[in-house]
């Protein structure tokens, strides 16, 4: 049975266009602000709630465990049964799990909300993206588009720690929960309004085998890297974890080149325009990731400032991202993603390296902090943008949300990635320090390793022990910034090699599929 006709995004209007880019924009930030605004209220929460640290932990990671794990279902559900109903359901679902979130009373029924959380914005990010290319057909418009989006997702990670200190200076911890239920009612209501139905015609059965491996792959994988630093990266659970995963993304690979109707085409992986890019963004967020975490800890422990203050302090990436964003969009289909990108992993790599080379208790804030995060803010703007429009760009605007799905998936396991292995390099080098300094002596030391705000309490106001503390935590900082540091020179040498130059074309082994598209009126 033949579908309705086709109805493509340039005949809306330019007011239309821009009402459906203020869905998209404020669909983006409330679920990119929920990434890091939970972070700061867990102290509060562990005090509210009771909760220990395992708790805490899952209250955090079992958002990014259900996200990471149905991310790529979801893309490949809203291109199939459309965009609107999708992001429409997902911010509505999200909305509601956000509120029944901040109001319960104990850890585990918190937990069972966040994951709630994550299941409905799997189903919103992607179909962000989705829209963007359905509705911006000609390039540098889409790419333009796209660097607004990029923008909106870096303000609303770097942001969340600032609005989290505002909010619990003056109310409870639920308080961090309701502020994303406005934006997100917002961006459902004007989804409603104006965003246009499309979804893929061409697709006749739905590829159910694909979702389920693809769930159980990202799923698994995702969940080893959580546990990873806590079970130990040699343990047996671990190597099992990474080993079954490893089968399972095999196992998905037959699946999908078996498939008369693939969620995914894999064979888009061997176009290296496609997984270069998703490799840079998986870096990006590695790297991002990483960072805030280190520098969350050495304000709020090493330089004694409040959640509100050390959020404040991070702002500058929030600027420096979203100025990065837009002209990177810019400027990608003009010189090619290939430029914009590697400088973007250039200006990371120098804005870490200068980090360690000059981290001190007492760095300037202004003059030496400021400057770095700019520097870090601009590359990740200048990486991430382009390198998103290089995904989308590569399919047709049809498989559109399996496209933006591969991004969020890459993102999100670049995120759990950069904090599980930074945070890991972090605490082997921290641990080490401090044992074979002056904690040795006080029976404490194993304690103290494992755990910064303890070492930091156990020192007191004994100056000899904080001095160690001290020094023991640069010492693990510096390490962690080369690593990431490293990589992001490795990956830019690789993207020199890889990543698409001037004359890119969408790659034509992926041929074009007609859209369904229904506008309201």
């Not at 149905?70 to 359901?89: E, H, K, M, N, T």
Request: net charge neutral.
């Amino acid at each position: 049975m033949r579908l309705s006709p086709l109805v493509t995004s340039p005949t809306l209007t330019w007011g239309r266009k821009a009402g459906i880019l203020a869905a998209v924009y404020v669909a983006t930030l409330a679920i990119n602000l929920d990434v890091t605004i939970v972070n700061v209220a867990l102290p509060t929460i562990a005090k509210e709630l009771d909760a220990g640290t395992r708790g805490l932990q899952w209250v955090v990671d079992g958002y990014n465990l259900a996200f990471a794990a149905l991310v790529l279902a979801a893309g490949s559900l809203s291109d199939r049964y459309g965009r609107r109903p999708a992001l429409i359901l997902g911010l509505l679902g999200f909305a509601a799990a956000s509120i029944a979130g901040a109001l319960v009373d104990d850890t585990g029924a918190l937990i069972v909300a966040r994951f709630g959380m994550g299941v409905f914005a799997a189903l919103i990010f992607p179909t962000t993206l989705s829209v963007i290319s359905n509705t911006f057909r000609d390039r540098r418009q889409r790419a333009a588009a796209i660097g607004g989006w990029g923008a909106v997702v870096g303000v609303g990670v770097a942001s969340g720690p600032v609005t989290s200190g505002l909010l619990l200076e003056h109310f409870y911890w639920g308080s961090v929960l309701l502020a994303l239920v406005p934006p997100a009612l917002l961006a459902a209501l004007l989804a409603f309004l104006l965003v246009p139905e499309s979804r893929e015609s061409s697709v006749l059965r739905l590829d159910r085998r694909g979702l389920m491996v693809s769930i159980g792959f990202l799923g698994l994988l995702t969940y080893t890297v959580i546990e990873g630093p806590e079970r130990g990266w040699h343990s047996m659970a671990t190597l099992l974890g990474l080993a079954g995963s490893a089968v399972l993304l095999v196992v998905f690979v037959f699946v999908e080149r078996a498939a008369e109707h693939p969620m995914l085409d894999v064979r888009l992986f061997t176009d290296r325009r496609f997984s270069a890019a998703s490799a840079s963004v998986a870096v990006a967020f590695f790297a991002l990731a990483g960072f805030i975490f280190l520098i969350t800890l050495y304000f709020q422990v090493v330089r004694e400032f409040s959640p509100l203050s050390t959020g404040a302090r991070i702002l500058p990436v929030a600027i420096a991202i979203a100025i990065a964003s837009v002209a990177g969009g810019a400027l990608a289909p003009r010189i090619g993603t290939k430029a914009v990108v590697v400088s973007g992993l250039v200006s990371f790599g120098t804005a870490m390296a200068w980090i360690a080379g000059s981290i001190e208790v007492d760095t300037a804030y202004w003059s030496t902090i400021v400057p770095q995060m700019v520097l870090m803010g601009l590359g990740i703007g200048l990486i991430s943008t382009p390198a998103t429009e290089s995904i989308m760009l590569v399919l047709p605007p049809t498989r559109a949300g399996v496209g933006s799905a591969v991004n969020d998936a890459t993102r999100e396991l670049g995120s759990t990635l950069g904090v599980a292995v930074i945070g890991s390099v972090f605490s082997s080098v921290f641990g080490a320090s401090l044992r074979d300094g002056p904690f040795a002596a006080t029976g404490h030391a194993n304690e103290a390793a494992d755990s910064v705000p303890v070492a930091f309490g156990f020192a007191g106001a004994d100056r000899t022990l904080l001095t160690a503390v001290q020094n023991s935590f640069l010492d693990g900082l510096t390490i962690a910034c080369i690593v990431v540091s490293a990589l992001c020179y490795a990956a830019a040498l690789a993207g020199l090699l890889a990543l698409p130059g001037r004359r890119f074309h969408a790659n034509a082994s992926v041929a074009p599929q007609e859209a369904v598209l229904s506008p309201r009126t």
